[in-house]
């Protein structure tokens, strides 16, 4: 069975903090990441998507990824009241590039 | 993103009723998806389809019916359903080949009765 866990949350930072949010996969196998954020009512919209280890920075989201260990994590820096969303976390699954196995995703809540 | 469309946005329906669900994208993507999402449960794939073609179906139950008739509109018919079939009905498309960055539709959102 894949999977691929993330915390519900919420998680709740102050506006200006770094937000840090994490997700582990089961199969070892899986090439591509990717972070979608969805606010409530909406569909999700992508962020950013990760294929290599280490640190991908785009503006204030950084997207970091540890395949030894299977876990991904995404960064945002300088958090805005407008960051507040459930981010879902998605892996590909091994052999194919068609198939995304999405996690239940963490709500982030940025207060003022 | 308004590449991927999808109408109608909310649908009431009673369980003898028969509908569709419509989506449509504008991205020249060759691959296309149903997904539905429940509160508290992952994203679920429903079906994908590659060139118009079936490839995917994900032990879904036969009271949802998807047609694929080009590689820009994809239907979900839908017939017979029960409440616990209330959720958000997501359409995807992606670019095909080995690009796997999958772009949703808004959505429509569906209540059973």
């Known amino acids: 069975q894949k999977e691929v866990e993330q915390n519900s949350g919420p998680l709740s930072v102050p506006e200006g903090a770094i937000a840090s949010l994490n997700c582990t996969y089961s199969d070892r196998g899986s090439q591509s990441f990717f972070w979608y954020r969805q606010y409530s009512g909406k569909s999700p919209e992508l962020i950013m998507f990760i294929y290599s280890n280490g640190d991908k920075e785009d503006g204030r989201f950084t997207a970091q990824l540890n395949k030894a260990s299977q876990y991904v994590s995404l960064l945002i820096r300088d958090s805005q009241p407008s960051d507040s969303a459930t981010y879902l976390c998605a892996v590909n699954e091994r052999g194919g590039f068609q198939k995304l196995v999405f996690g239940t995703g963490t709500r982030l809540l940025v207060s003022p | 993103e308004t590449g991927v469309t999808q109408t109608p946005r909310h649908l009431v329906m009673g369980m003898t009723n028969k509908k569709s669900l419509k989506c449509e994208q504008h991205l020249g993507h060759n691959a296309m998806y149903w997904y539905k999402q429940s509160a508290k449960k992952p994203l679920e794939l429903m079906f994908v389809?590659?060139?118009?073609?079936?490839?995917e179906n994900n032990s879904v139950p036969s009271r949802f019916s998807p047609e694929c008739p080009n590689s820009s509109h994809l239907f979900l018919h839908l017939h017979t359903l029960q409440p616990e079939d209330s959720a958000l009905y997501l359409c995807?498309?992606?670019?095909?080949?080995?690009?796997?960055?999958?772009?949703f539709g808004p959505g429509t959102r569906l209540t059973v009765l």
């Open positions: 389809y590659n060139f118009k073609e079936q490839t």
């Open positions: 995807a498309s992606r670019i095909g080949g080995d690009t796997d960055t999958q772009y």
